[in-house]
């Protein structure tokens, strides 16, 4: 780190230290990021933990989400996905939505709570509907699978197709193997499908 943006980043620091111990929120959230980071003090997951774990208690949703990431993967706390689930959900319900991906998954693959298709297909689509690619695709497995949501190919195509056009990995595949068990009037159906949903779930989450 250049030295001139590491004195920055102590000056930063000293400035949140003192609102973080006064019990400001986001204070306390950039004050664990910085010592998740590393940034302008040595890098400690253990208060990265605790700053978090503060903020997170007052509602902070970034706080939230990065606590769950810290119990998903065992970072200065042992891992326990009940708890990552339970901070993904506080996050989640607030919007935020890579919280909304990860709680999907865990009800998906049942790690930290029970398996469950129709929770998981909740937690997708809403992050779906705000831009996020990855969820986008799983929307479209599901739908063509019949599980969590309503078997539909059409919407299963258009989901996948949104995805694959974002570049998003697997998502040609998933596309042409829908694509395989529809008629073609159902493919031009769901090309439509898709142009509306690109209109409504990409474009307004594209960065300019």
């Known amino acids: 780190m250049a030295a001139g943006?590491?004195?920055?980043?102590?000056?930063?620091?000293?400035?949140l230290e003192p609102a973080a111990?006064?019990?400001?929120?986001?204070?306390?959230?950039?004050?664990?990021?910085?010592?998740?980071?590393?940034?302008?003090i040595p890098e400690n997951d253990a208060k990265a933990l605790h700053w978090w774990t503060k903020a997170a208690k007052q509602g902070h949703p970034e706080a939230q989400f990065s606590l769950g990431l810290m119990y998903a993967h065992g970072e200065g706390i042992p891992e326990n996905d009940a708890k990552a689930v339970h901070w993904y959900?506080?996050?989640?319900?607030?919007?935020?939505?890579?919280?909304?991906?990860?709680l999907g998954s865990k009800y998906y693959m049942g790690i930290g709570a029970p398996q469950d298709y129709a929770i998981a297909a909740h937690w997708y689509t809403k992050a779906a509907k705000q831009g996020y690619t990855k969820a986008q695709l799983i929307i479209g497995v599901m739908?063509?699978?019949?599980?969590?949501?309503?078997?539909?190919?059409?919407?299963?195509?258009?989901?996948?197709?949104?995805?694959?056009?974002?570049?998003?990995?697997?998502?040609?595949?998933?596309?042409?193997?829908i694509a395989n068990r529809m008629t073609p009037a159902q493919i031009a159906e769901a090309q439509k499908l898709s142009s509306e949903l690109w209109e409504k779930y990409v474009v307004p989450f594209q960065k300019n």
Not at 5 to 15: E, G, P
Not at 23 to 37: E, F, N, P, S, T
Not at 143 to 171: C, E, F, M, T
């Open 5 to 15: 943006l590491a004195r920055d980043y102590q000056k930063a620091f000293q400035l």
């Open 21 to 40: 111990e006064q019990g400001d929120a986001r204070a306390q959230y950039m004050v664990g990021l910085m010592y998740k980071k590393g940034e302008g």
């Open 89 to 102: 959900t506080e996050s989640a319900k607030q919007g935020r939505r890579d919280a909304q991906f990860s």
């Open 143 to 177: 739908h063509n699978g019949g599980r969590g949501l309503p078997k539909d190919h059409v919407r299963g195509y258009a989901w996948s197709s949104i995805a694959a056009s974002q570049g998003i990995a697997d998502g040609k595949k998933v596309k042409e193997i």
